[in-house]
Each structure stands twice: as structure tokens, then as C-alpha cells.
């Protein structure tokens, strides 16, 4: 196996060769654009402390939720793909703790894949930034495997390294509120301020049901210095960790929760709820109200520092409490469930929605709401952008829906740019390059029926890859 895996150079175009060929020309005028990254998933310390990784498996395979969900799906257990126990008294299965034998498990399985996204970013890891051979298979999966180890252990292909060789503009992690953001500081010292910026995610605090709920609270108070002891002084430490992200170079918080509910309490109500809180005696519904006042505040404190707002509800986490117990939070059991954004959101906008001191971005994982209630909400307020399809709309076909549901309302102005939502860190730049594929197909499409000129096209382009992501996430002070 000495020649070097060959990717179709057309992949995820349009079949039609009009179109085609007008795809090939915008998606090359934007094809080397750097990329920004202003969501995502990869852990902070994997940058800061710079080691080599580990084996294939580390890297490629135990921390893609995507991957892993599809081989439980036929029946492997997240034990014997390298997943680790939450704790020793979890249960379960032994974890596999040999790197190969995970791999081996991987490679016998690649038809698995045929058809969905996770295929079209491996084979772009595999062959355009790791240069391996051929495509993974039973009867190569060592020979990969060596050859891949290698090629991990040189020093080009460190975590800082591989930021500029995937020729990553700029990254956002996503960080806990309680985070004192030291590997933060250190990166932005060594690489400047602006390179791998920290995002604000405070849901564990604002869920007051969460089982460490009042452990965490204690937390904010000691990374905060601010008395958490009452519902006043809670918002008075989350507005000081706020400022410490802004420091930091944060330009987004962000928020998942189940619904888009944002309706706002009465003082007197949210300190009641916030008391039994504290005392470990809330109910479902309080915990539900809070949560949506929470929001609502959230977007008051947007206002006035400047952060962004993404907000992507409809998401019924860790549906299998099995998985959930053994192995934790996010190992692909996460599923979307309906939801409701016009009515739901009435509360924030009617506050914040006019504002020119709001920023807010809306994500779903219901293509269904995209028409009817998204594009609108996006093509009048001057507040909202509507987010990228992602997290089980991040395919081709589910990316051209959303263009063809989303613009003839919304236009592609008030979009937000790409986001890759990702922890599997070399993925990203598969996933950029399959939006800019299907956005180039679009535009061409656009162009073929004489609904866009060239070079508008490839204007808009360079748009939809690169600046409007840079003006959606715009720094606070900007």
C-alpha cells in the first residue's frame, strides 16, 4: 500500500454537470479560506498541555459520539471501544484498553458508515490530513494502524501543530461556568488572544434539579468570590464569571436546554424557588420555570456585556439511564425531541429582540421548524441569526434543506456562518469542507437558474465559509 488514497475531488457536488462545473468553480474560490470554529466541543487542556496523542483510537475513534453511537447501534459495547467508566461503582463491562484491538473493531466496520456524514469526515481525516493509503478494512486495519501511530508521534502533527496545518483561524471551546480558565490564559499568552477563545456554558447552574446542583453552586461561589448563599448574589456571580470569560477572549455563551421557553418570573418567585433549591426541596415544574427564567435573564446579561447567545433547545439528553450511569453525559444517547420557538421565544424578543445590544443565535435539531418558524424569526428581528444545520442535520441532504427552506425567508445574511459542533478535533475541517461543498452546489444552482450571477455567487461564498461567522461572533467590544 504505497499509493496515497485519492478522494473524488467533485465529492458532495451537484451530479448535474451544469451545475457541477459552476459548484466546482465557487467552492474553489473559497475551498483554502481559514476556518472558524465558534462552536465546538474539544477540550481546552488538549491545546494547552501539547502532548503527542496517545494512538489512533484516542484520537480518532473513543471521543466521536457519532462514530461510537453507530458501532453500539450494531451491537458493540462503549466499553469495547476504549469508552470509560464514569466511576469505579458504574458497573458495566471491562473497558478495552488495548488502542489496536478498538481500532481492529473500527476497521471491520467501516461499511457501517456507507451513506451518513461520519463517513465523508473520516475519509477526509484519513486521507487528506493523516495521508494513509486506503480506506480502513479488516485485512489493513494493523497496517493503518502502524502507520497512523507513527505519523502521531512526529511533531507536526501535536495539537498546535495540526491547528495550523488544518489552517484553523480561530476555535472556541466550550467551557463550564465554574472553569478558572488557567489553560485559557496560558494559550492566549503563548498564542495570542484570539486563537482558541473559551464560551460561557452555565446549564449546570441554571437547572436547579441537577443531582450536584448545590455542590456547583458552592463552586461559583468560590471561583466568583461572590456570597451564592441567595438568588441575588447567584446572578451577581454568574454576571462576575461572565466578565471573566470576556477576559478570557470569550465571545458566545451557550445554552441547551429542552425547551425554548424564556419566560420570566417574578423576583419573589425565582428567590422562593432558588431557597428550596438550596434546601433540596424543588419541585419538577419550579425546576422547569427556573430554567426558562434563567434564560431570560441569560439574555439580559447578553445585553448588557456583549456576549452571544446560542441557544439550541430540543434536545432529551442521556436517554438511556444505563449508559448514562456506566459511561456519563454525551456517548450518543442524546436524542432530539419537537419544539416549540415562536411562542417560546416571545418573552426574550419582545425585550431583547429590537435591541442593538443583543446578539442571539438559534439552533435546532428539527429541520421542521426551519420554514415555518426559524427563518421568520431570523428575517425580522435584528437580534436573531439562524445557526448552521448541525447534530443530526450536519449531512448534505439535510445542509441543501436547510438552504432551500431557510433563505427565501431569512436570506443568507442573517445566517450565522458554520459551526462544526464537534469534539473530535481532526474532524473539523471535514466538516467545513462538506458545507462549503453543499453551499457551493446551492449558489450554483442559484446561478444555473439565473436567480444569481456569478460572481455574486462566489461573493457570497466567501461569505458563508468565512465572514459571516467572524461577524456573528463578533468580540464583545467590537
Known amino acids: 500500500m504505497t499509493e496515497q488514497w485519492q478522494l473524488d475531488p467533485d465529492r458532495a457536488l451537484p451530479a448535474d454537470p451544469t451545475t457541477r462545473d459552476l459548484a466546482r468553480t465557487i467552492y474553489r474560490h473559497a ?4 476556518l472558524v470554529s465558534m462552536h465546538g466541543h474539544v477540550d481546552v487542556d488538549l491545546f494547552a498541555d501539547n502532548q503527542a496523542f496517545g494512538d489512533p483510537a484516542e484520537l480518532l475513534i473513543t471521543p466521536d459520539h457519532y462514530l461510537v453511537r453507530m458501532l453500539v447501534s450494531q451491537g458493540y459495547r462503549h466499553a469495547e471501544l476504549g469508552v ?4 469505579r461503582d458504574s458497573g458495566g463491562d471491562p473497558v478495552e484498553r ?3 484491538a478498538i481500532w481492529r ?12 456524514p461520519t463517513r465523508y469526515w473520516l475519509e477526509h481525516e484519513l486521507a487528506e490530513i493523516f495521508e494513509l493509503p486506503a480506506p480502513p478494512s479488516a485485512k489493513n486495519a494493523d497496517v493503518l494502524y502502524d502507520q497512523l501511530a507513527e505519523t502521531l508521534q512526529r511533531a507536526d502533527f501535536r495539537p ?7 489552517n484553523v483561524q480561530i476555535l472556541a471551546t466550550t467551557d463550564s461556568a465554574l472553569s478558572d480558565l488557567s489553560s485559557h490564559g496560558r494559550l492566549a499568552r503563548q498564542l495570542g488572544p484570539a486563537r482558541i477563545v473559551p464560551t460561557f456554558r452555565p446549564d449546570s447552574l441554571v437547572h436547579v434539579g441537577h443531582h450536584a446542583w448545590t455542590a456547583e453552586v458552592d463552586r461559583l461561589a468560590e471561583v466568583s468570590g461572590v456570597d451564592t448563599g441567595d438568588y441575588q448574589g447567584f446572578l451577581a456571580a454568574l454576571r462576575q464569571r461572565r466578565r471573566a470569560f470576556i477576559d478570557a477572549g470569550a465571545r458566545a455563551t451557550d445554552h441547551g436546554h429542552l425547551t425554548a421557553d424564556t419566560t420570566p418570573l417574578p423576583t419573589a418567585s425565582a428567590e422562593r424557588i432558588y431557597r428550596d433549591a438550596l434546601a433540596g426541596n424543588v419541585s419538577p415544574a419550579d425546576t422547569e420555570a427556573f430554567a426558562a427564567h434563567m434564560l431570560f435573564q441569560m439574555a439580559e446579561m447578553s445585553a448588557e456585556d456583549g456576549l452571544v447567545m446560542q441557544l439550541h433547545p430540543g434536545v432529551l439528553r442521556n436517554h438511556s439511564g ?3 450511569r456506566q459511561h456519563g453525559p454525551d456517548q450518543g444517547f442524546d436524542v432530539p425531541v419537537r419544539v416549540e420557538f415562536t411562542r417560546s421565544l416571545r418573552p426574550l424578543l419582545e425585550k431583547f429582540g429590537l435591541s442593538d445590544r443583543f446578539r442571539c443565535i438559534l439552533f435546532t435539531t428539527d429541520e ?3 420554514s415555518r418558524e426559524l427563518a421568520p424569526l431570523a428575517g425580522a428581528y435584528p437580534s436573531v441569526r439562524l445557526g448552521a444545520p448541525w447534530w443530526f442535520l450536519d449531512s448534505p441532504e439535510q445542509m441543501r434543506r436547510f438552504r432551500e427552506s431557510a433563505v427565501e425567508t431569512a436570506g443568507f445574511y442573517n445566517t450565522s456562518g458554520f459551526v462544526d459542533d464537534t469534539r473530535a478535533f481532526a474532524s473539523i475541517p471535514a466538516r467545513h469542507d462538506l458545507s462549503r461543498r453543499i453551499d457551493a452546489g446551492y449558489l450554483a444552482k442559484l ?11 462566489m461573493d457570497t461564498m466567501v461569505d458563508l465559509a468565512h465572514r459571516l461567522a467572524l461577524t456573528a461572533y463578533a468580540a464583545p467590544h467590537d
Do not use: K, Q, S
Open 31 to 34: 475551498a483554502t479560506l481559514p
Open 84 to 87: 470509560p467508566h464514569r466511576d
Open 98 to 100: 488495548d488502542p489496536r
Open 105 to 116: 473493531r473500527f476497521c471491520e466496520n467501516w461499511h457501517l458508515f456507507r451513506g451518513t
Open 160 to 166: 498546535l501543530a495540526l491547528l495550523d496545518r488544518m
Open 322 to 324: 444505563e449508559i448514562y
Open 368 to 370: 421542521t421548524v426551519y
Open 447 to 457: 446561478v444555473a437558474e439565473a436567480r444569481l450571477g456569478m460572481d455574486e455567487a
